[in-house]
């Protein structure tokens, strides 16, 4: 294997298949309210990166029952890890959390907690919780960096300075709480230099995971506006294999790699287009590596 890969790392650390439950804790997000912003990141959707989410129903244990159902023919005999995904998940009162995080850890075959938040959301109290549940099950929080480049962030309308992330860095890591980092790749005026300095910056701040994202362009986003005005380039495959080398090449070699990919929902999905066949990108990626020798911490 070329990079230390999320899959292989669960089962050695559990002993058996692991696969992520996606779930919906029925939260907003302060770039979305008014807190900080309106309409959210250019990128994101309307289910705010949920929509391969289980339906929010407002009872946890129904959406992991149903969660369920839909992997079974993938997974026997395993364990799963509830995953908060769409939205901002630490974004509602430290009770509603509280109550939300626990029944998702009670299930016996439930071995962890993995909470996508912003760094801005963070709250001491927060912190204090997540922590608490760490010494239960395992307890993952997911920071969507995207970029260090503070003119992107703004372009893309992201609304945190990169000095929050490395304070909510820091404070996780201080708590004892795992902490995977989102990037994307093809961002609007980022060059691969950029990306890679964004994954070595993602490295060096003590990350213990990474989410390599490929930049997709979703209908009804503002990111398709800039796409259709020819403002938001998309990346080939051969490109983005390029780019995701040069990202490897800078992290450690003990970060997991949570992701190589992603795929949009294919109703929505506008560009690039190669991107709706994960299995084709996977196989097309791994490829690459193979031919070009690229290994995760080479450049170190």
């Known amino acids: 294997m070329y990079y230390n890969a999320l899959s292989p790392w669960l089962r050695e650390r559990f002993g058996c298949k692991v696969y992520k439950l996606a779930l919906q804790g029925g939260m907003t997000c302060p770039n979305r309210d008014g807190t900080k912003g309106t309409g959210g990141c250019i990128f994101c959707s ?30 026997k005999d395993g364990a799963y890890i509830a995953y908060f995904q769409d939205h901002t998940n630490t ?30 959301c963070l709250e001491p ?31 893309i309308n992201r609304c945190y300075p990169l000095s929050c992330y490395d304070r909510a860095m820091d404070a996780l890591g201080e708590a004892g709480l795992e902490r995977v ?5 093809g961002l609007p005026g980022e060059d691969e230099a950029d990306m890679a300095a964004t994954a070595r910056y993602i490295g060096q701040s003590g990350a213990e995971g990474i989410k390599l ?13 800039l796409w259709r005005q020819g ?17 490897l090449a800078v992290l450690p070699k003990q970060v997991v790699i949570h992701r190589l990919t992603g795929d949009g929902a294919k109703r929505d999905l506008l560009a690039p287009l190669w991107t709706g066949n994960k299995k084709y990108v996977l196989n097309y990626v791994n490829q690459y590596f193979q031919a070009h020798n690229v290994t995760q911490g080479s450049a170190l």
């Not at 997709?216 to 506006?225: D, N, S």
């Open 46 to 75: 309307q289910s705010g990166s949920g929509d391969f989410a289980q339906a929010q129903c407002g009872d946890v244990d129904a959406q992991i029952r149903a969660a369920k159902a839909r992997v079974s023919g993938k997974l």
């Open 231 to 247: 403002k938001a380039p998309v990346m080939d495959i051969e490109s983005y294999c390029h780019a995701l080398a040069a990202c």
């Open 125 to 155: 109290e927060v912190i204090a919780l997540l922590s608490a549940l760490n010494r239960v099950k395992p307890v993952w929080v997911e920071l969507g960096l995207q970029t260090i480049r503070e003119d992107t962030a703004e372009r």
């Open 181 to 185: 980092v989102h990037m994307i790749l």
């Open 213 to 225: 994202q490929l930049l997709h362009v979703l209908r009804g986003t503002p990111m398709e506006a």
């Open 91 to 120: 974004y509602a009162p430290v009770q509603v959390l509280e109550r939300l995080f626990s029944a998702a850890l009670e299930p016996p075959d439930v071995v962890g907690l993995s909470i996508a938040t912003r760094p801005d």
